[in-house]
């Protein structure tokens, strides 16, 4: 015996993706919200010169930077911070090269600051106790010295 007008539906198995693609819609507003956040640093005009990269099997190195008005910042592991004086900037140098002695250090510059303010950080940190300091400069774009 067969019953006229009524079929026997069949349950769709297909994921409903439309819940996901709001969720990552979300979480990329979130990412794009907080990026300029957790990017922090000090705009510095590096002089350009012809010079070697780092290895990139080197750790991260410490950071010391004076900027165009001549304060001076310190940058660990992507933790800046401004220090008043150059005691304070050789001090946070020391602390974290007790931590870990094989840290490179290097001198950022502004482009604009006076060589005497450069030179002062760089024999600051000699003066306090370390033993290779290195500069960073921006790759020329021609390749020639100017």
Do not use: C, H
């Amino acid at each position: 015996m067969m019953r006229a007008g009524r079929r026997r539906s069949r349950s769709v198995a297909e994921i409903n993706v439309v819940p996901y693609i709001d969720v990552m819609l979300v979480l990329l507003v979130i990412f794009i919200a907080t990026a300029p956040v957790v990017m922090q640093g000090v705009t510095v005009d590096l002089p350009e010169a012809q010079s070697e990269a780092m290895n990139e099997d080197q750790r991260t190195p410490i950071i010391a930077t004076v900027d165009r008005v001549g304060q001076f910042y310190v940058s660990v592991d992507s933790n800046l911070q401004k220090l008043p004086s150059l005691d304070d900037v050789t001090a946070r140098v020391r602390e974290e090269l007790e931590r870990d002695p094989s840290r490179p250090v290097v001198v950022q510059g502004d482009a604009q600051v006076p060589y005497d303010s450069v030179i002062k950080l760089m024999n600051a940190l000699k003066m306090g106790g370390v033993k290779s300091v290195g500069l960073v400069t921006a790759p020329l774009e021609s390749g020639e010295l100017k």
